[in-house]
């Protein structure tokens, strides 16, 4: 929402999932709540959105944690059978801040733990580190084998792009 004028430029339509965002709300936008919808399909009859569109990018920064297990699971099912990119950033519970910022929030639900990411790889999703790049110490550490990628990224990158 912060810089929801900058998205709409390079995407056409632009929907969050996350009911509140901030509390800032924009009159364009539309706001859906993915744990009652549960998958790509019905999020894209709340958005008016035809249930065969193509070309759609889901992208959740911050969102998919707070939902239930089985509903993170329902919403990767129905987008690889849409076959749509998707991309979501959660925190990474394998380093220290990930776990931290996890811990910290009881609103938090969905861990991405080991088991939790084979499950979505078996729906063809992966699972890479994120290190902001401001974060120089971290990433001077990993770059001299001082710290792993994994335990030194504090979010990870769920990622799907189906041909």
């Avoid at 749509?84 to 861990?111: K, M």
Wanted: with cysteine; aromatic share 12%; glycine share 6%.
């Amino acid at each position: 929402m912060r810089i929801a004028s900058l998205k709409r430029i390079f995407f056409r339509e632009v929907y969050f999932g996350d009911q509140s965002d901030f509390g800032v709300p924009h009159p364009q936008l539309r706001l859906v709540d993915i744990e009652a919808c549960r998958d790509v399909n019905a999020i894209s009859e709340l958005c008016g959105l035809s249930p065969h569109a193509e070309g759609l990018f889901l992208f959740a920064d911050h969102c998919i944690e707070h939902l239930s297990p089985v509903a993170v699971l329902e919403l990767v099912r129905s987008t690889a059978d849409r076959r749509l990119t998707a991309c979501f950033r959660v925190p990474n519970i394998e380093s220290p801040a990930g776990r931290r910022n996890f811990d910290r929030d009881p609103t938090h639900r969905s861990s991405f733990d080991q088991a939790f990411r084979k499950s979505l790889a078996g729906f063809g999703f992966a699972v890479y580190p994120w290190v902001r790049w401001y974060r120089f110490g971290t990433l001077l550490k990993v770059l001299i084998g001082r710290l792993s990628l994994m335990r030194a990224a504090e979010e990870i990158v769920v990622t799907a792009n189906f041909p």
